[in-house]
Each structure stands twice: as structure tokens, then as C-alpha cells.
């Protein structure tokens, strides 16, 4: 990669929890291409993960907010532009969670307080991040913010239950602000839809380890990792990219295009070996 991609940029970066979070990744490499930002996460996240770490390494303010609370992200987003004394070039939303799930309950027998929660923290958040930002005038011309999406949005994969429905409104939301935040800001707003990957939320998926064997077989470049999803939203967040915007992106190693690969045949082809 091109050094010095960021250089002179100013972002945030929500949800980082652990080394295994994209999130994390995504800070790492935007400190290492010159980048500098805002770590955020909501204060018990912060409490139990090692964002601090993160922190000390890449030389950054931590700043608890909730993202679904509107007045904790007034007071992020102005704490940050007093903080780098005028605006903000990026933003990245890394923000996902399913009581649904994490209960294990079926996508049929849903908790409907549970789903509620699910569209308020995975994707209204991303909405309330938009529009705060745009109220306050926060993000530069050119600005780009990224939002972290998956295939289960357009397809349905089993176990990712209400996490679909949630993925599906962020990539809408992502285009309906894109259309009003270009046409006025020239600010760019896409979404990733990444490779699954084994994340502490990402593990909360039932079946993961089976879903990740499957990808793997199915993707002609293989699984994308945490990593490599990273480097793919540095290039977002940098110059290279002015004019892409209110666009979904696969960096899923070519799952999304698939229909059936030779490898995912040939194992499905075993299963039926000695049955009658």
C-alpha cells in the first residue's frame, strides 16, 4: 500500500473492543498510513475490552458514547472537533449487536424488545451518526464514513437471524444519506459488506465456524480477515476514492458472485458418499 495515505486526515473510529475487533484493525492501519482519530465505544465496552491499549499505541483520545443516544454523540462529535480544532475527514461505524441471537432465539419466535434493540444499536445508530454529524457540520468536504455491512443482507444465510434485517436497513440508510451528504458536502458514505469473520460479536453467530468453512470453499480468493478488511477501508477513507460513494462493497473474496464452487461440490458430493 501507497504510505502516507492518511496523512493529515482526522477521524473517528467506533467499536473497537478487542485486538480480533475489525475496528481495531482499522485503527491500526489508519495510524500506520498517518491518520489520526478518535477511539469510542460505549463505557462498558470500555470497561471489559482493551481499547486503552489501543489507545496508547496508536496516540489517541478515548471518548465514551453510546451510539444509539443522540446526545452522547452530540457531545463525541464536539468533543473531537475541539479536540483536532476544526473538523473530521472520516468516520468509521463498526457498531453490531443481536439479543436475539446472543439468547438464541429463532428467527421465528423472535423477541420483538430484542429486534427493536438489534435495529437500534446495528443500524439506526448509523443514522443518528449521520445526522449528528450533519447537523454539527463535522465532516469535511470530501469526508468519507464507512459502515460495516455483510452478504446476510441481501441473502439469506441461516443463523444470522435479525442481523440480516438490520444489515439490509444500514446499506439503505447508507444510500439514502449518501444521496443528501454528497449533493451537499461532497461527503461520501459507503458500506463494506465483509467476509465473516471471527470477531468477539461476530463469534455470537450460531453455527460461525461452519459458515466460515463454507465461504472459504465458496470464495474463489477465500475468506477475506479482519486485516485485510482493514487495509480495503483505509483506501475508502483515503484521496484514491473521492468519487465512490452510496455504494455496498464485497470484500468477501468473491462469495457474493458465487452460485456453487468445485471445492463446496466436492464436499457436498462426500456427504452423500455410502448412503443408498
Not at 60 to 70: G, K, W
Not at 183 to 208: D, H, Y
Not at 224 to 233: G, I, T
Request: proline share 3%; aromatic share 8%; charged share 25%.
Amino acid at each position: 500500500m501507497i504510505s502516507n495515505l492518511l496523512e493529515g486526515k482526522k477521524g473517528i473510529i467506533f467499536g473497537a473492543l478487542n485486538n480480533l475487533s475489525i475496528a481495531w484493525k482499522v485503527a491500526e492501519k489508519a495510524h500506520e498510513q498517518g491518520a489520526e482519530f478518535v477511539l469510542t465505544n460505549v463505557p462498558v465496552s470500555i470497561r471489559m475490552g482493551t481499547i486503552n491499549e489501543l489507545a496508547e499505541k496508536t496516540n489517541s483520545p478515548v471518548i465514551p458514547a453510546d451510539a444509539t443516544n443522540v446526545e452522547d454523540l452530540e457531545n463525541l462529535t464536539r468533543k473531537t472537533m475541539e479536540h483536532f480544532g476544526g473538523k473530521i475527514d472520516f468516520i468509521l461505524h463498526s457498531v453490531a449487536m443481536s439479543p436475539n441471537v446472543r439468547k438464541k432465539r429463532e428467527y421465528d419466535n423472535l423477541d420483538y424488545n430484542f429486534l427493536n434493540k438489534t435495529l437500534d444499536i446495528s443500524a439506526i445508530s448509523f443514522h443518528k451518526m449521520l445526522q449528528t454529524a450533519h447537523k454539527l457540520d463535522a465532516i469535511n468536504q470530501w469526508g468519507s464514513v464507512v459502515a460495516l455491512s455483510y452478504v446476510a443482507a441481501q441473502r439469506t444465510l441461516y443463523g444470522y437471524n435479525d442481523m440480516a434485517d438490520a444489515k439490509a436497513l444500514l446499506e439503505s440508510i447508507a444510500r439514502s444519506f449518501g444521496y443528501i451528504y454528497g449533493r451537499e458536502k461532497k461527503v461520501r458514505i459507503n458500506t463494506v459488506s465483509q467476509s465473516p469473520t471471527p470477531t468477539t460479536a461476530g463469534s455470537g453467530v450460531k453455527g460461525l465456524d461452519k459458515l466460515l468453512d463454507f465461504s472459504e470453499r465458496m470464495s474463489p480468493l477465500g475468506n477475506a480477515d479482519a486485516e485485510e478488511c482493514a487495509d480495503y477501508v483505509v483506501t475508502l477513507f483515503s484521496d484514491l476514492t473521492k468519487k465512490v460513494t452510496m455504494q455496498n462493497l464485497y470484500h468477501d473474496g468473491g462469495f457474493s458472485s458465487m452460485g456453487m464452487s468445485l471445492r463446496a461440490m466436492s464436499q457436498y458430493e462426500k456427504s452423500f458418499e455410502g448412503s443408498d
